[in-house]
């Protein structure tokens, strides 16, 4: 894996100057991947559409808008690129080169006692009895000592159950960052029961406005840690159609929030006060008339 490498910093602006943004994103992605697998990859659309969080219609266009612009090649089911490929080979003949050159500056700083020594050890080594057993660790088995094993299958207090209510995403569900920030959230103090109750309203919420299974439902792992759940909070018994406001709420600014919700795709932070198009909505009649607007279905006050 090759976690740092040379980039020739104008040359990829220049490179990428007549790239869109998404095919920007998309060919930032593919080669950081390129580079750390050492080669080409794969061609799992999907997947790569999940790390440029792009749809994967969407990925698909910006892929074939690369490999017309001859910044990749898309082969016998894997990406290639032909800048990556040469700094590649670059990264392994300086390997060798570094291995050649530690192993010669060893043998030259050896003296002749050091000569003397090693052949005596090599003869009094020969009964395999007698042989010194090494006892070096290799450092991949000092991390192994260093780094607390997890069992498989164990997750924390509660978000098995936050994972299964949390809303479905185009792409996959973010498990590893998302379980680092239920624990954060834990130590501020959360409890499950309210990040779970948070996450079913938010999942109703976006089943109603029709956002389920789009890259518009926000990330579990960035709806924690916006702590999210909170805005969903129970204040109480919802208010009945049309009933008393939730404040002395004046007319101009019920219209604000009404053109916000509309401009955002049913975005609606005004709580207790369910949104414009709710049976139990706050907002006042003549202002959903002002717009055109009426609940789904209305219920007696």
Not at 2 to 20: C, N, Q, R
Not at 77 to 89: H, T, Y
Not at 101 to 120: C, H, L, Q, V, Y
Request: glycine share 6%; proline share 7%; with cysteine.
């Amino acid at each position: 894996m090759v976690g740092f490498y040379k980039h020739d910093i104008p040359a990829w602006m220049d490179g990428t100057e007549a790239l869109s943004d998404g095919a920007y994103r998309a060919y930032h992605v593919i080669v950081q991947l390129i580079m750390l697998n050492e080669g080409p990859i794969a061609l799992n659309e999907r997947g790569l559409a999940g790390r440029c969080n792009q749809t994967l219609k969407l990925f698909l266009r910006h892929l074939d808008e690369l490999v017309q612009a001859g910044k990749l090649v898309v082969a016998d089911g894997r990406i290639r690129n032909k800048r990556a490929s040469q700094e590649l080979d670059s990264v392994r003949k300086n390997r060798e080169n570094a291995g050649k050159g530690g192993k010669i500056s060893g043998e030259r700083r050896k003296t002749p006692a050091d000569f003397e020594n090693e052949a005596a050890k090599s003869l009094e080594n020969n009964n395999q009895d007698e042989a010194t057993l090494h006892n070096d660790r290799s450092l991949k088995e000092k991390r192994r000592e260093d780094t607390p094993i997890v069992p498989k299958g164990t997750e924390p207090e509660g978000f098995a159950e936050f994972r299964a209510s949390y809303p479905k995403r185009s792409t996959a569900f973010p498990a590893t960052q998302a379980r680092k920030r239920w624990l954060e959230a834990r130590k501020r103090g959360a409890e499950p029961a309210e990040i779970i109750a948070g996450a079913k309203a938010y999942a109703a919420e976006q089943q109603r406005i029709g956002k389920v299974g789009t890259e518009f439902v926000q990330t579990a792992d960035v709806w924690l840690n916006k702590q999210r759940w909170r805005d969903y909070a129970e204040a109480g018994p919802a208010p009945k159609l049309f009933s008393e406001p939730v404040a002395a709420v004046p007319d101009d600014v019920w219209r604000d929030r009404v053109r916000i919700w509309r401009a955002r795709s049913g975005y609606w932070p005004w709580r207790p006060s369910p949104p414009p198009d709710d049976p139990c909505t706050a907002v006042p009649r003549h202002i959903l008339a002002e717009f055109g607007l009426s609940p789904r279905s209305q219920v007696a006050a």
